[in-house]
């Protein structure tokens, strides 16, 4: 008796002691000045209008608070459900919307009720009306606006269903389509207060190679309240009538878009069996076209659950249905030729295969491709296309140019470049609307245009060329100012003389600017302020360097406002090394020293009003066979970072004693084997990352062999497998509901139990409702605060 009573007092005696360390504890603010910054208002989206005649600034709303997160969300296939909207969980929104017209430069603001708050607005195909979604705490209302005058009106009651799609507006401009909750559905199914049995699951001899999914089905009851919420009825809403008609029974709805003469839709539903392996996007689906009244006449697929895709491959059966721009009602798909498997050998791995209306014949088949087909657009001539096709083990992507009415004539090869390669990226095509709302290439006189960003050793500088798709000669018509950042943004309605360009510096925030092509004169047409005004003081270089091994690195260097001339600061290098198959590409520069800098969120960039210097974007490659590359993993990695630490020290104004390294999700992967495996940091922020490769058995990240394939990999680039290395300090930060593959927050729990097992100094901070980034004002400034502090202890002062 004695002995259980001395025990008990010694648990009690444990538990207070131990419990300042664990226990749940205010939200902490950082400085008064980070908090000004991160409360000024965001720039609004810039939007052009299809016929490029109008901009529509969009303002958007800060930070969302703690109080919002806390509101209810259901965790159902993949999906994060707010159940008391009928929708996806929302944010951020859209809270204001401001029309200027091009051609005279007047401005006319959209008439909305006081506290609105929406999703993003969609433009209908002809530029005079916009669409949204507006958001209230009981549910979501079709609204549409007039652009001519600014006047805006509800279409629906506060019922739609936006968990899989939004409102689409049909070909002639005059209506809308979206989902509606089921008014008959009735409650959501209430979970059991008593088991009436053991959940279970079964393998019956396929091969499931499915990656870590979060918020997957579990139970029956999950599919109970799955099937609740995601049942919806298509509606059809007339803009200027504001009358409504029902299309169709209730049905899982995920897609619904219509053919280019309106007489059809594709419709994409979802159908049991529900898997509890892949999220609702790889559920049991049918792809059907329905006509007017929304009667099925075509069933394109009934396709079972994608469980069983290899890894890096794709489903067997139709996939990416879409209306070809330029026909009727055409409807083109791929298909897999090699079973959907990229280890198979394979003279074409797709083909493209088409139906037209009135879908009675056979399909055709209009091309192949040799890699796997990853997207087409349609030139602005009937037939010709730019089809995409890639191969990952040689990590390369092609672009050709295909004539769909001939099949047997040879595509040509336009592009054949390294997936990563910037500096031979010619760009992407320009593309224009229909009538109709249907996007294609802009092509004239066999002429089509390519926006590019333009990289090079000296960073990047964005261009507008035109090609001839026959001689494949181009001519540069734009290229971004010396000593700015200035991207193509479109053309001023038809005009291919006057171009809409968002202009830059590292003093001056983007604006949209109307450049004359001929003469060079230009035109601002926007006033967005630097938010952060305080902040000029800044300065930033792009630094270049080689890895022992001569791989090209480069980054970007921010050095405090006020820094002293010969003052040794202290330092953070922030990184996220990616992989690649060739040195020369992965040395290539990415970054513009030419930008301006916004700090949103938990930034790491706040160092700087601390004192310190930061190493933004440090490149980290990971050079070799993508089969194989993570066989050297921790060495390329180790290398990476001592040539930036002595990149650093060479440039004389950093402390290579007093250097931090930080990095977000892969990057805080990379983070924890850098003080595993090196000392050349003094300590470390992690922030949601996955440290254990053993809980991720299927492949993550460019990994495409399974755990049972590469053991030795796994564990050697598992930080959890050496957690008694690390001997640096470490902040460890996750959020309790991420939703991201593989990075669970048990990956931080855990790996924060080793290192206290190995009596190791770290500190684990788990954000209450936060997801794999961010997002509430009281996360981000404690994030922040968080980060400030653990620095300035062990690398600013470090002993």
């Known amino acids: 008796m004695i002995k259980n009573r001395f025990f008990c007092l010694a648990a009690v005696l444990t538990a207070l002691l131990v419990a300042p360390l664990a226990a749940q504890q205010p939200y902490k603010t950082p400085p008064q000045e980070i908090i000004d910054i991160l409360d000024a208002p965001p720039p609004p989206f810039v939007l052009v209008s299809p016929d490029g005649n109008w901009l529509l600034l969009a303002e958007r709303s800060s930070m969302p608070s703690i109080a919002d997160l806390s509101l209810p969300v259901l965790r159902l296939g993949g999906l994060r459900i707010a159940p008391d909207r009928n929708a996806r969980q929302m944010l951020s929104f859209i809270t204001g919307l401001t029309l200027k017209n091009l051609a005279d430069g ?18 209908s195909p002809d530029s005079r009306r916009l669409a949204f979604c507006r958001v209230t705490d009981s549910g979501l209302e079709l609204w549409a606006a007039d652009v001519s005058t600014g006047q805006a009106s509800s279409l629906s009651p506060a019922a739609l269903n936006t968990i899989f799609a939004g409102p689409v507006w049909t070909p002639d401009s005059r209506r809308v389509l979206a989902g509606l909750a089921v008014e008959e559905r009735g409650e959501p199914p209430r979970k059991p207060a008593v088991p009436v049995g053991p959940n279970i699951q079964e393998a019956e001899g396929k091969f499931v190679k499915a990656a870590t999914y979060q918020d997957l089905l579990k139970t029956s009851y999950d599919e109970e309240l799955f099937e609740h919420f995601a049942l919806a009825q298509l509606v059809e809403f007339d803009v200027s009538s504001g009358s409504s008609r029902k299309l169709g029974a209730p049905t899982l709805l995920t897609g619904f878009d219509p053919s280019p003469d309106g007489r059809f839709l594709l419709i994409t539903r979802l159908k049991r069996p529900f898997s509890y392996s892949v999220p609702a996007y790889s559920f049991a689906r049918a792809y059907e076209i329905w006509n007017q009244e929304g009667q099925a006449v075509f069933v394109l697929a009934d396709l079972p659950p994608a469980e069983e895709v290899p890894i890096n491959g794709v489903p067997t059966g139709p996939r990416s249905p879409q209306w070809q721009t330029g026909r009727p009602a055409a409807l083109v798909w791929a298909e897999a030729l090699d079973g959907g498997d990229p280890e198979k050998e394979a003279d074409f791995r797709d083909r493209l295969m088409s139906a037209a209306a009135p879908f009675q014949g056979p399909p055709l088949e209009i091309a192949k491709t040799q890699e796997r087909f990853f997207g087409i657009t349609w030139l602005g001539t009937e037939g010709m296309a730019l089809v995409n096709d890639y191969n990952w083990k040689k990590s390369r992507r092609r672009t050709s140019l295909v004539d769909t009415r001939r099949p047997s004539r040879p595509p040509k090869v336009l592009v054949d470049i390294n997936i990563r390669d910037r500096y031979n990226d010619p760009g ?47 001519k540069r018509i734009f290229r971004s100012a010396a000593g700015r950042y200035e991207s193509f943004q479109g053309f001023l309605g038809n005009s291919r003389r006057l171009i809409l360009i968002s202009s830059e510096s590292p003093t001056e925030p983007p604006n949209i600017v109307r450049l004359d092509l001929k003469s060079g004169r230009r035109r601002t047409l926007t006033d967005f302020r630097d938010p952060a005004p305080q902040l000029t003081g800044i300065k930033k270089q792009l630094i270049k360097y080689k890895r022992a091994d001569g791989i090209n690195l480069s980054g970007t260097l921010y050095l405090p406002p006020g820094a002293e001339k010969g003052a040794k600061l202290p330092a953070v290098v922030w990184a996220y090394p990616l992989e690649y198959t060739d040195p020369a590409v992965a040395g290539q520069v990415r970054a513009s020293p030419h930008r301006f800098t916004y700090f949103r969120g938990a930034s790491h960039l706040f160092f700087l009003l601390q004192g310190y210097a930061v190493f933004d974007g440090a490149e980290m490659p990971i050079v070799g066979d993508p089969k194989t590359v993570n066989d050297t993993f921790v060495e390329q990695l180790a290398a990476d970072a001592r040539a930036a630490i002595d990149a650093l020290d060479g440039l004389g104004v950093v402390d290579t004693s007093r250097v931090g390294v930080g990095g977000h999700s892969y990057g805080a992967f990379m983070t924890a084997n850098l003080l595993a495996h090196t000392d050349v940091f003094a300590a470390g922020i992690a922030r949601s990352g996955a440290y254990n490769r053993t809980l991720t058995p299927f492949g993550f990240q460019s990994e495409r062999r399974t755990l049972w394939e590469a053991r030795e990999s796994y564990i050697n680039m598992s930080p959890f497998m050496h957690a008694h290395k690390i001997n640096e300090p470490i902040l460890l930060i996750h959020g309790e509901a991420d939703n991201n593959s593989g990075t669970f927050p048990i990956q931080s729990e855990r790996l924060f139990a080793a290192l206290k097992g190995f009596g190791a100094t770290a500190r684990l901070v788990m954000l209450p409702l936060e997801s794999h980034g961010y997002a509430a004002r009281e996360s981000v400034l404690h994030v922040v605060t968080e980060m400030l502090e653990w620095f300035d202890r062990h690398v600013k002062n470090r002993k």
């Open 106 to 123: 007047s401005s006319r603001r959209v008439e909305l009720p006081e506290g609105f708050r929406m999703d993003f607005p969609r433009w």
């Open 428 to 474: 992407r095509p320009v593309t224009a609307s229909t009538p109709t709302g249907h996007d294609y290439a802009l092509l004239e006189n066999n002429r089509m245009y390519l926006a590019g960003e333009g990289a090079s050793p000296q960073g990047t500088r964005p261009f507008l060329d035109r090609i001839d798709i026959r001689t494949l000669e181009k």
